[in-house]
């Protein structure tokens, strides 16, 4: 079951990042040297009590401004509301309550979900609390004081969001159709996909990118299994507005990897892997999906002998944090290869539920071991005592070491490509937790 959404808006300078950064805590400031891991996080997951949600911080609404941004507002706003399940609107008691405000929260108050209402720069209580209350008029419920750069009333403020929680849907649990989630970036072909596997046109599908408005689940069929395709909305892209819109595109595929087992990548063939195509594929590695890179649009690119490789290597040099990625050249214009999609998402649900023996993986662990030393430093050499495997989708897997710190990063991959050249697990990310033993005597 796929965590809540929690989308944390309000105009721009109100603090909004700061909050996120702060309820976020040490997970925001993991940055990995990876290519396509996004860097500037703009969602993180985070826990209060029992209570897991994914949390994705927004850029800043400007009601009043140039027609341009008013359609980037709209376009903004509209898409934080579809994306969550709970609204956090910040607001700033320093400045006090202002016509912007008034206009967000009628925004927020027509869409029917559950919004609370947070009023940011509350260094003290004691001063701060007559101010607070001015923003009861807004009519969108009571205000919970916080302040982000202090970390005062963070309790409250995440009480508030996780009373809004439904109870786990418990049909969505108990379903055990594959979900396949079709994401990449505007006008490559995501709807085209999915109306070929259906044969009829139940997406709407345009040249102009971003008409696909919602993320819109679809049952589909095939030799007797039945499968979920779920098609993230595409946003339209301006030069001034790019940034904004290719956030919310973002979030927006954060929402349904997060619901996805397999994820499939659309790039296009003529434009081959884009930044934003290699973030995308970064969200769902560091989701520890199953990743297939579609590469659409293969009918309109000229060929010889040799196309398809080049194309492979590029792709692979480009996203070489995701080797073990599944990559199909297909025409969704034509129907060339669409059908193979299914054989391959099969594949990898196949591997991300893979189970290996303990004893099989000790036996390739210790066959490593003595092909390659483990790393030493100042004297000390690295001992692996024991693995096995904790968990699927995506495979986890504990090794038992003498000390963790020499455990290297680049060793940790040479022992997921022995397990990858005797198992395959193409498709899937493999996980792998250190674990530190005391050594005996």
Same mark, same amino acid.
């Given at each position: 079951?796929?965590?809540?959404?929690?989308?944390?808006v309000?105009?721009?300078?109100?603090?909004k990042s700061?909050?996120?950064?702060?309820?976020a805590g040490e997970? &925001?400031?993991?940055?990995?040297d990876?290519p396509?891991?996004?860097?500037?996080?703009?969602?993180?997951d985070a826990?209060?009590?029992?209570?897991?949600?994914?949390?994705?911080?927004?850029g800043?609404?400007e009601?009043?401004?140039?027609?341009?941004?008013?359609?980037?507002?709209?376009?903004?706003?509209?898409?934080?509301i579809d994306?969550?399940?709970? &609204?956090?609107?910040?607001?700033?008691?320093?400045?006090?309550?202002?016509?912007?405000?008034g206009?967000?929260?009628e925004m927020?108050?027509?869409?029917?979900?559950?919004?609370?209402?947070t009023?940011n720069?509350?260094?003290?209580?004691?001063k701060f609390?007559?101010?607070v209350?001015?923003?009861?008029?807004?009519?969108i419920?009571?205000?919970?004081?916080?302040?982000?750069?202090?970390?005062?009333?963070f309790?409250e403020?995440l009480?508030a969001i996780?009373?809004?929680?439904?109870? !786990?849907d418990?049909?969505?649990?108990?379903d055990?159709?594959?979900?396949?989630?079709i994401?990449?970036k505007?006008?490559v !072909?995501?709807?085209?996909?999915i109306?070929?596997?259906?044969g009829e046109?139940?997406?709407i599908v345009?040249?102009?990118a971003?008409t696909?408005?919602?993320?819109?689940?679809?049952?589909?069929t095939?030799?007797?299994k039945?499968?979920?395709f779920?098609?993230?909305?595409?946003?339209r892209?301006?030069?001034k507005?790019?940034?904004?819109?290719?956030?919310f595109?973002?979030i927006r595929?954060?929402?349904a990897?997060?619901?996805?087992d397999?994820?499939?990548?659309?790039i296009d063939a003529?434009?081959g892997v884009?930044?934003?195509?290699?973030?995308?594929? !970064?969200?769902?590695?560091d989701r520890?999906?199953?990743i297939?890179?579609a590469?659409?649009?293969?009918?309109?690119?000229?060929?010889d002998?040799k196309?398809?490789?080049?194309?492979?290597?590029?792709?692979?040099?480009?996203?070489?944090?995701?080797?073990y990625?599944?990559?199909?050249?297909?025409?969704?214009?034509?129907?060339?290869?669409?059908?193979?999609?299914?054989?391959?998402?099969?594949?990898?649900?196949?591997?991300?539920?893979?189970?290996?023996p303990?004893?099989?993986l000790n036996e390739?662990?210790?066959?490593?071991?003595?092909?390659?030393?483990?790393?030493?430093?100042k004297?000390?050499r690295?001992?692996?005592?024991?693995?096995?495997?904790?968990?699927v989708?995506?495979?986890?897997?504990?090794i038992?070491?003498?000390?963790?710190?020499?455990m290297?990063?680049?060793?940790t991959?040479?022992i997921?490509?022995? &397990?990858?050249?005797?198992?395959?697990?193409?498709g899937t990310?493999?996980?792998?937790?250190i674990?530190?033993?005391?050594?005996?005597?």
């Open positions: 079951m796929s965590k809540p959404v929690v989308a944390i309000g105009r721009p300078n109100v603090g700061t909050l996120f950064n702060a309820l997970r &925001i400031s993991i940055v990995k990876t396509g891991v996004t860097r500037d996080r703009i969602y993180a826990t209060w009590l029992d209570k897991q949600f994914t949390m994705v911080d927004t800043g609404i009601p009043e401004s140039k027609d341009l941004m008013l359609t980037c507002m709209r376009e903004q706003a509209q898409a934080a994306t969550a399940d709970v &609204i956090v609107f910040v607001t700033d008691v320093r400045q006090g309550l202002v016509d912007a405000d206009k967000v929260a927020l108050r027509r869409s029917g979900k559950p919004v609370v209402l009023v720069k509350v260094d003290s209580f004691e609390m007559p101010d209350y001015e923003f009861y008029n807004l009519g419920g009571d205000p919970v004081p916080v302040s982000a750069a202090s970390m005062l009333g309790g403020l009480d996780v009373e809004h929680f439904k109870p !786990g418990a049909a969505e649990e108990e055990g159709r594959p979900r396949v989630a994401v990449g505007p006008n !072909g995501k709807s085209s996909i109306n070929k596997i259906l046109n139940r997406v345009s040249d102009v971003g696909t408005r919602d993320a819109v689940d679809t049952a589909v095939w030799q007797d039945e499968y979920v779920i098609d993230t909305a595409g946003l892209r301006k030069s507005i790019k940034e904004e819109l290719e956030r595109s973002i595929t954060v929402a990897v997060e619901r996805a397999v994820v499939v990548v659309v003529a434009e884009t930044e934003q195509d290699a973030k995308i594929a !970064g969200i769902a590695h520890g999906r199953g297939i890179i590469v659409n649009k293969w009918d309109s690119i000229e060929k002998d196309t398809i490789y080049k194309h492979t290597a590029k792709i692979r040099e480009i996203l070489s944090f995701i080797p990625a599944e990559i199909l050249f297909i025409s969704a214009k034509t129907g060339q290869r669409v059908t193979k999609l299914f054989h391959i998402v099969e594949t990898v649900i196949q591997n991300q539920n893979l189970r290996i303990t004893g099989v390739i662990m210790m066959e490593a071991t003595a092909l390659q030393q483990p790393p030493s430093d004297g000390k690295l001992k692996l005592y024991y693995i096995t495997q904790v968990s989708k995506p495979p986890t897997f504990v038992f070491v003498n000390d963790k710190e020499l290297h990063y680049s060793y991959r040479y997921e490509n022995k &397990i990858r050249e005797a198992f395959g697990f193409s990310s493999l996980k792998f937790i674990r530190e033993r005391k050594e005996n005597g």
